[in-house]
């Protein structure tokens, strides 16, 4: 089996393990993507949203305060401090993921900029 996959774990457990077709990471030198058969790396990750593309083409995002990510062998490992996924279509459900994605980056950083970035791109998602 030669799919990518993606390990997104926190202390409190594993948020996601399975097969995808691609992620964009937010990297502490900017966000960059990965496909299968990148090469190997190693990097922190800084505060912002991973978006992960699964290979039905459905997008999950998940807001993230930092970590680190090792890429090896089309195996992603993503080590994250804490973490906030949007997954669900009812909207009272995505207005309190919105309200704790807001109040973990708020809590990540004090850079205005970054946290109205990936809020914006969450509320686009949800959508």
Request: glycine share 8%; aromatic share 6%.
């Amino acid at each position: 089996m030669n799919d990518l996959t993606l390990a997104l774990v926190t202390p409190y457990g594993e948020m996601f393990n399975g097969p995808i077709k691609h992620v964009y990471l937010p990297g502490k030198e900017g966000e960059f993507g990965v496909l299968k058969g990148h090469s190997d790396l190693l990097a922190l990750l800084t505060t912002g949203i991973v978006e992960i593309e699964h290979l039905d083409g459905s997008t999950e995002l998940v807001a993230i305060n930092w970590g680190y990510v090792e890429i090896s062998n089309n195996h992603v490992n993503a080590l994250i401090d804490s973490a906030v996924c949007l997954k669900s279509k009812d909207n009272s459900q995505i207005s309190e993921f919105l309200k704790d994605a807001k109040a973990l980056l708020e809590s990540a950083t004090s850079d205005k900029l970054l946290i109205a970035n990936a809020m914006h791109k969450l509320e686009v998602a949800s959508k």
